[in-house]
């Protein structure tokens, strides 16, 4: 089953990391990713950009297109990683692994693929 692994930290606190805090966040995280990646259960794993580059469109009678930010919370979503998991447990372990001794959040959901390589599936 493909998880995805949704990432959301404080951006103040992740935006404001010189390059070498950030640079270690990452080794610290590829500990774990790179024998994800060896196994072949490793999909993309990405940054967005701040929230302040966000556009947001909300969909109604008439569709909306709004500048961002509009988070709610400290907590934003910074990124996330698709990681093919055998079960929900596995998914829990490895979230603990990457995410171990930082305050990050992982929001963990099952992903049904619709389109791959440009194909509908």
């Known amino acids: 089953m493909l998880y995805a692994f949704l990432c959301c930290h404080d951006e103040a606190i992740v935006n404001s990391w010189t390059k070498e805090e950030d640079d270690a966040v990452l080794a610290k995280r590829a500990r774990v990713t790179d024998k994800l990646a060896a196994r072949g259960k490793l999909g ?5 950009m701040p929230t302040t580059a966000a ?3 909300r969909m109604g009678r008439e569709p909306v297109v709004l500048d961002g930010p509009f988070a709610e919370t400290k907590e934003a979503l910074l990124g996330f990683y698709l990681i093919d998991c055998d079960s929900l447990e596995e998914a829990i372990n490895v979230a603990q692994e990457i995410g171990r001794d930082e305050k990050v959040v992982f929001e963990i959901r099952p992903v049904k693929v619709f389109v791959s390589k440009g194909k509908a599936s």
């Open 44 to 48: 993309p794993a990405v940054r967005l």
């Open 55 to 57: 556009t947001t469109v």
